[in-house]
């Protein structure tokens, strides 16, 4: 655990832990790291891995294609596209091969995960073989192809929806993929996630949610967001992950009664609630 004071960007403490890591892996398994380790922010890794905490040993990234499909007359598409949300797609190479009930066994999974469903092709010599083909246009489905940078022998999955369910849906997909066809590369991949959301929204209580703690401070740039969307403010929170675990968690803290407060009153806490359940650490 890091406590630090007058630390106004997390650079220097991110060097700080790489240089940590990089003497540990040498001198206990003889591994050397290179620093500095990627950072990537939270919208980047969602939107490529559909994860917080991506795998990077996995050579697999989802792609978006609503602009490549939103005018096909396959509804699916089309709808989906005009209500605002996405249609991504993900690449597994050389699995044209995977059965039905391996294929089953994928859409369970990215039902489990939000999706409405989940729409394969598999691309052999003889043509594309998915239960979509025939309701969508040739040109559209080799858009398609094309965007995804795919072949004969590859295996396309793809999802339509509200863009944090599909990312996530594909997201676990890909780990699987990677698991079953062994595109898990071996190492060790570090990066930093940041500019996390500072508010997440709970829809079953209609209210704003701290997505990390309510003492997380907001990029000083976005502090205007606050008082118009709240919820494109971004936090000045980091992970450090590890071959997809996470490893640590930190923030920069809001340092300031006037910002803490304004926190408060965003996320429905009252100054007696605040004070009962935090007042030893706001004094």
């Not at 650079?11 to 832990?17: D, G, N, Q, T």
């Not at 022998?153 to 993929?177: F, I, M, Q, S, T």
Request: hydrophobic share 40%.
């Amino acid at each position: 655990d890091l406590e630090l004071s007058f630390l106004d960007e997390p650079e220097p403490l991110w060097a700080l832990l790489e240089a940590l890591m990089a003497r540990l892996f040498e001198r206990h398994l003889g591994v050397k790291l290179e620093t500095p380790f990627p950072r990537l922010t939270h919208a980047e890794v969602m939107d490529r891995f559909g994860s917080d905490k991506p795998d990077l040993r996995v050579g697999l990234e989802l792609v978006e294609l609503t602009g490549d499909v939103q005018d096909s007359a396959f509804r699916v598409f089309s709808a989906t596209a005009a209500s605002g949300g996405v249609v991504k797609g993900l690449r597994v190479p050389g699995a044209a091969d995977t059965n039905r009930n391996a294929l089953d066994g994928l859409e369970a999974l990215a039902k489990e995960k939000g999706a409405g469903g989940l729409m394969w092709v598999r691309l052999k010599p003889e043509g594309p073989d998915s239960p979509v083909a025939k309701h969508v246009e040739p040109e559209t489905l080799q858009r398609v192809v094309e965007r995804l940078g795919a072949q004969n022998g590859d295996l396309l999955l793809l999802c339509a929806g509200p863009r944090r369910v599909v990312n996530e849906a594909l997201g676990a997909l890909r780990l699987e993929a990677g698991r079953r066809h062994g595109l898990i590369q071996p190492g060790w991949r570090f990066l930093w996630v940041h500019d996390f959301p500072l508010f997440a929204w709970d829809e079953e209580a209609k209210r704003l949610v701290s997505e990390h703690h309510p003492f997380t401070s907001a990029k000083h740039e976005d502090l205007p967001l606050l008082e118009r969307e709240p919820l494109k403010a971004r936090a000045n929170g980091y992970d450090l992950v590890l071959n997809g675990i996470e490893l640590g968690s930190g923030s920069i803290r809001i340092h300031t009664p006037e910002m803490q407060s304004r926190i408060f009153e965003l996320l429905e806490i009252t100054p007696e609630e605040a004070e009962a359940k935090f007042g030893f650490f706001l004094k």
